[in-house]
């Protein structure tokens, strides 16, 4: 304790000047370093000091690595919602955990301690007597903290038994409106911490190398001290082998290990110096002398986009993708571990200053610098807008695929309530582009001395998102309330549009239209020989605005040109003078697929092709006019040559989308779909499908339960066939499917409902399925269905519920060979109706069934199933049918083999001809499989 005591008056020394104007809780830590069980073993004596005007009983510590030691914890849920399977199936020894051996008075008395009910991760300490304000309690506490693996959440231990920890240590909550404010370990980096004065040891074993953001006092072999004042967050990395770098500049030694190429060290160190300066220039004096800039914190946080690309494919140099990676983490770690702020709460001002700051940046220093780097040198690519488009305007577009998709929430929500692609990237583009937007509209004069004001004082006070709504109110000569009640407070989309135009002799009268109703400002521009002639900022209106204009003054009239403002839909932003009735925009065919060009009206082609037993293999070219972004009106036409029946086949589609904001149904699809394909070796088949589909969800977007309503009517003719029983060519289906569904990795509840109606038929079904995913990769699957007739008009079996395969009169499935009876396209599997694997008779029924479906896992993707059924084809017999067997689950849904073992027909297995009594699941539609990998941002 001797040292530890040293260490206090050192600290208390360092810290005298700052703590005679405003007390601090300061931590004395001794921290000892176990790279064989990844442990640190921690003794630390904090001094409390109560900064409120209220009495307190106990003390908030956060404990946020605790949260790794449950699956269960806020921050398992988190995984589990967002689909991340790693940490659901981690083994013990990878998890995290904190293990208190002493909570001490300074005279050794033993402190009462629980966690607490809102989360693992917080500690509630009850003190022994009333800690009235301003007084200082000192508290002693031994424990060790158990790090978890880096793959989690790149913060940890790795498997050269490294570490890298972010706010590891026992630190006190914040206190605010007469409470501890106590976040859960969201993964968000939020925590409300106290600041606090630190004095730090840490002990390694030989020769291992310690970095941390506070400042160096010594280091040896063996151990390293860092001290630090009224410092919020501590960085900590641990290495065997050091990967760090040390650059010194404005006052700041930054210690970075991001990854680079050696051979360009040199100008790497010119990019962090430029950098470092630009930074201080545009924000303020850093109030610390040391800052970590880590490879996890940049992995944590990258830039999402074709620079995570392999670097033998990037389209960016190493020395620029470096400067990218260092900007970005730089001015992040920059601002959190300065600013004292609810990073939870008023994350919004944050994420403006920060992405605000690297736009600017990026126009200083690289005006040329494209979205996709250099790829516009190959001209095969040029005529794309997703290689032409500026470096800037890729944060526009990745913030509208989540407003497109009615996915958009409000800036001032708390962080732990986004969607993940909104926390991880469409919110904190949306702050950065709304201060850019304030910034045009204001003349460049108000929002930068506004930042550095604010940053300056939230360096030494406790400041909030008010404070820095105060500071831009109070620098610009402009009414700026929209802001902050339409873009920061709200989600209300912003569209403008060019509506009503009418030629008056020389001049033109120009109706701006205002789509969405949102009063904020918009700037119109007038261009002549692509040249801006005409520029003007009108004013916030809720409702359409005319104004007239000389006619020869320019040809071309555009809303929100420069992109100043993050508008839902700029295709409707162009006027031409000589096509004022006619179309503003013309046509652009490009293959594959683009980013949105609001200057053309795009049309995509792309060489597809589809294969069934009947048309054989079908190569085709699709038409249509989806872009990146989500539109209002989609169309897919998809016309194919069948080689064996030498005709035209394929398939077209329609829709309208209709979203409304904050409200259920929050999407509403308008369409029509058709195809013509052939069903047998001589017949085909078309089908017209008009139908609305109603989708629901909860107000909580994180929530991941949805429901659907869908309404189709259906037009089929077939055409009379040779090889196949075809009594019915033509008939009318009204069809009606309800479906509830919540899902989340280790559990998914799905229900749905649905009814098919016409002239000869009336049937219902319910369907339930539960799927448990245990904590061993183990799970447990069960369906449900019922089906029944209502009424049975048709004499044949055509219409009935199958048992093992659906009878798929409406041709909603996509059967290779729907007409086979035999050979390997016949054993094509969907689960549907009854469900079964095996072909059992009776095959189908025309009165009622119900099925239970069961599987559970036997190792890793081998399963066994069970299936059990009754059902009705008379009033005089009832039939129990069941099976059982085997499968190989190696994509779920997607691709499995089905060994059926016994059924109700005897031992499958010990049939002459069992190969052909494998069932398989397989499906290579890219949407489908698309969606696995995309569901957890979503």
Request: hydrophobic letters at 35%; proline letters at 4%; a positive charge.
């Amino acid at each position: 304790m001797r040292s530890v005591v040293i260490y206090s008056l050192l600290l208390a020394c360092l810290g005298f000047t700052f703590q005679t104007s405003f007390a601090q809780h300061s931590s004395v830590i001794s921290a000892t370093y176990k790279p064989e069980t990844h442990q640190l073993q921690v003794e630390q004596e904090l001094t409390f000091i109560n900064q409120t005007s209220d009495t307190l009983q106990k003390i908030v510590l956060y404990d946020w690595n605790h949260a790794y030691s449950d699956k269960n914890s806020e921050l398992g849920k988190r995984f589990s919602d967002e689909f991340v399977r790693r940490f659901h199936f981690a083994p013990k020894k990878e998890l995290g955990y904190t293990q208190i051996n002493a909570i001490q008075t300074a005279t050794g008395q033993t402190l009462s301690w629980s966690r607490s009910a809102e989360g693992i991760e917080l500690l509630e300490v009850n003190l022994l007597t009333r800690l009235l304000p301003g007084a200082s309690t000192l508290l002693n506490l031994t424990y060790v903290l158990q790090f978890p693996y880096e793959e989690f959440t790149h913060y940890g231990w790795n498997n050269k038994d490294d570490l890298a920890a972010w706010d590891c240590f026992l630190s006190p909550a914040d206190y605010e409106n007469h409470q501890f404010i106590a976040y859960t370990n969201a993964n968000l980096d939020d925590a409300a911490l106290a600041p606090m004065n630190y004095n730090l040891t840490v002990k390694t074993p030989e020769n291992y190398s310690v970095v941390c953001n506070l400042d160096v006092l010594q280091t040896s072999a063996t151990s390293a001290q860092f001290s630090g004042i009224n410092r919020k967050q501590l960085s900590l990395s641990i290495q065997k082998k050091s990967t760090f770098s040390t650059h010194t500049n404005q006052g700041i030694t930054v210690y970075t290990n991001l990854k680079c190429n050696p051979k360009f060290a040199t100008k790497n160190a010119a990019s962090i110096a430029q950098i470092m300066s630009y930074v201080k220039e545009r924000i303020g004096n850093y109030p610390h002398k040391t800052l970590t800039v880590t490879q996890a914190d940049y992995d944590r946080n990258p830039f999402y986009g074709l620079n995570q690309l392999p670097s033998f494919i990037s389209p960016f140099s190493a020395d620029l993708l470096f400067e990218l990676q260092f900007l970005k983490t730089y001015t992040n770690n920059f601002l959190r571990s300065s600013m004292q702020l609810d990073f939870r709460k008023d994350h919004w001002v944050v994420d403006a200053i920060q992405l605000y700051t690297m736009m600017n940046y990026m126009t200083r220093y690289h005006p040329e610098i494209k979205m996709m780097g250099n790829l516009n040198r190959y001209s095969i690519l040029r005529s794309y807008r997703l290689i032409n488009m500026d470096f800037n305007e890729q944060y526009a577009y990745y913030f509208l695929i989540m407003a497109r998709l009615n996915l958009d929430q409000s800036l001032a929500e708390p962080k732990d309530r986004y969607l993940r692609f909104n926390e991880k990237i469409a919110m904190k583009y949306k702050a950065g582009l709304a201060l850019n937007y304030l910034d045009s509209y204001t003349n460049y004069v108000c929002v930068t001395p506004s930042i550095q004001e604010f940053y300056s004082t939230s360096t030494t006070n406790k400041n909030t998102a008010f404070d820095f709504e105060n500071s831009l109110k109070s620098r610009s000569s402009k009414t700026i309330d929209w802001f902050f009640t339409e873009l920061i407070q709200s989600n209300h989309s912003i569209d403008y549009a060019f509506s009503k135009s009418k030629k008056k002799g020389d001049s033109i009268q120009v109706t701006l239209q205002n789509k969405s109703g949102t009063a904020v400002p918009i700037p119109v521009y007038g261009l002549k020989n692509k040249k801006v002639v005409y520029y003007k900022w009108f004013q916030s209106a809720a409702r359409d605005t005319t104004f007239t204009v000389s006619k020869l003054f320019a040809d071309t009239w555009v809303i929100n040109y420069k992109n100043e403002v993050p508008e839902f839909n700029t295709r409707n932003n162009w006027l031409r003078t000589s096509t004022v009735l006619g179309n503003n925009r013309p046509f652009k065919f490009t293959l594959m697929k683009d980013i949105e060009d609001p200057t053309y009206n795009q049309l995509l082609f792309v060489p597809t092709v589809e294969f069934n037993l009947y048309d054989g293999v079908a190569p085709g070219l699709r038409l249509h006019n989806k872009t990146v972004l989500a539109k209002p009106i989609v169309f897919d036409v998809n016309p194919m040559y069948a080689t064996l029946k030498k005709t035209v086949i394929g398939h077209f589609s329609v829709m309208v989308n209709e979203f409304q904001q904050n409200g259920n149904p929050f999407q509403t699809i308008y369409g029509m779909s058709g195809a013509y394909f052939h069903y047998a070796p001589d017949a085909s088949y078309s089908k017209l499908n008009p139908f609305v589909s109603f989708y629901f969800r909860e107000p909580d977007l994180r929530d991941n339960h949805r429901k659907m309503l869908t309404v189709r009517y259906n037009k089929v003719h077939k055409e009379v066939s040779n090889y196949v029983f075809n009594p019915i060519q033509n008939y009318e289906i009204l069809s009606l499917k309800y479906m509830d569904v919540k899902s989340e990795i280790n559990h998914t509840l799905q229900f749905s409902s649905g009814a098919h109606v016409s002239n000869e038929i009336g049937k219902l079904s319910t369907e339930i399925q539960y799927r448990e995913m245990y904590t061993h990769n183990r799970q447990i699957k069960f369906r449900w269905y019922t089906g029944a007739f209502l009424f049975n008009k048709n004499p044949t079996n055509y219409f009935d519920f199958g048992l093992s395969n659906p009878n798929d009169y409406l041709f909603e499935y996509d059967f290779f060979g729907r007409s086979e009876t035999g050979g390997l396209f016949s054993q094509q599997y969907f689960l549907a109706d009854g469900g079964f694997k095996s072909k059992i008779a009776p095959f189908s029924t025309r009165r009622w069934m119900s099925t239970i479906n069961v599987s559970t896992t036997i190792w890793n993707w081998i399963e066994y199933y069970h299936d059990f059924g009754v059902l009705e084809n008379n009033k005089s017999k009832m039939d129990m049918v069941y099976d059982g067997g085997i499968s190989l689950s190696l994509v779920p849904d997607y691709f499995e083999l089905f060994l059926p073992v016994y059924s109700s027909n005897g031992w499958d297995i010990s049939e002459p001809q069992y190969a052909q009594s494998i069932r398989f699941t397989f499906t290579f539609t890219p949407k489908i499989l698309f969606s696995l990998f995309t569901r957890k941002w979503f």
